[in-house]
């Protein structure tokens, strides 16, 4: 049933371990002195248009196998500011998510509390114990199955979310391969509780967004895939509009080279929130049909009218491959 037009959906036809305190230690961008270049995203919410030189210079970055994490590829629109310093990464530290605050301009990661590292655990578990009631069918294009490009970025609307984890422990268990993901998580208070779900799920957050540390979670999530974890993201998150994909996932996979597979869930019986996302909560005992779609790969000579031409046709994919109506795309957020 769609949230926007209350009818039964028929669907015509799918997230890892956590490394060592060493490994996470050696893989986390440091910050060095900030040098005004040029900006992947900006800080405000509305994404810098990513450039052909910005992506040489992570690939440049990565083949010297630079660990300094990438704090020049920034340049605030009205000032040059350090890129944030991570916390919680060196020995003794339990947790990559850490604590969003401003100093100085710089955005550190909010590391969850007591409080919500209780509520996230039980969020994990009443998931786990929805995912036991559901019923599931799985759609898989031959092109997912028969691809050798791998690891893969899977990208999925921010409202659909619930059921994203599972979704890639069935790709996972149908394709007979490990399970290691990577997935992209706001920087916010409430993306750090998104975090500690992620790793309850054995899933390596990396906290970021298109407003928040976007070109450092960038350089990070390229690393991961480079180690050979899959990666993932919401391109519509974490604040919408609502189903308009933002240009980073674009730039990722262009610098990677790794295939996108657009993935859809389509619940038959559910209840949709009233968030700016309208996002979706399955209703126990209902049919779901995971889907993943055509992988989409993005060329590493791709100009900017073409990353644009990606970008739109991703975003058109994604609506199929959820049932959605383009129609239901806002052309801006709301609350």
Known sequence: MSCD???????PFPLTPALSLRERENLSPRVGKSQPLVSLMR??????????????SIENRLE??????????VQRQDAALPL???????????TPAVSVHKQSGVVVPHAPTFGRRLVARAIYTSIRALDFTLRHRDHYHPGVLESTNRPLIFCIWHNRLALALIMYEHYAR????????AAMVSASRDGGMLARILELFRTQ???GSSSRRGP????????????GYDLAITPDGPRGPRYKVQPGIIALA??????????GLRIQWKVCLKSWDRFQVPIPFSRVDILFSEPLLVPRDASNDQREAFRLELEKRLMLVNGESPQQAPTESTS
């Open 254 to 263: 262009q610098i990677t080279g790794r295939p996108i597979i657009p993935s």
């Open 5 to 11: 037009q209350g009818k039964n959906e028929n669907a």
């Open 64 to 73: 010297r196998g630079d660990k300094s994490g990438g704090s020049e590829l």
């Open 174 to 181: 149908r394709t007979a391969q490990r399970q290691q993901l």
């Open 216 to 227: 450092q979670a960038l350089l990070e999530l390229s690393r991961w895939a480079a180690r």
């Open 205 to 207: 957050p990396v906290r």
């Open 43 to 56: 800080r405000n919410s509305a994404p810098a248009r990513v450039t052909g030189t910005v992506i040489e």
């Open 84 to 94: 944030p310093k991570e916390e919680g990464w060196g020995e003794g530290k339990r």
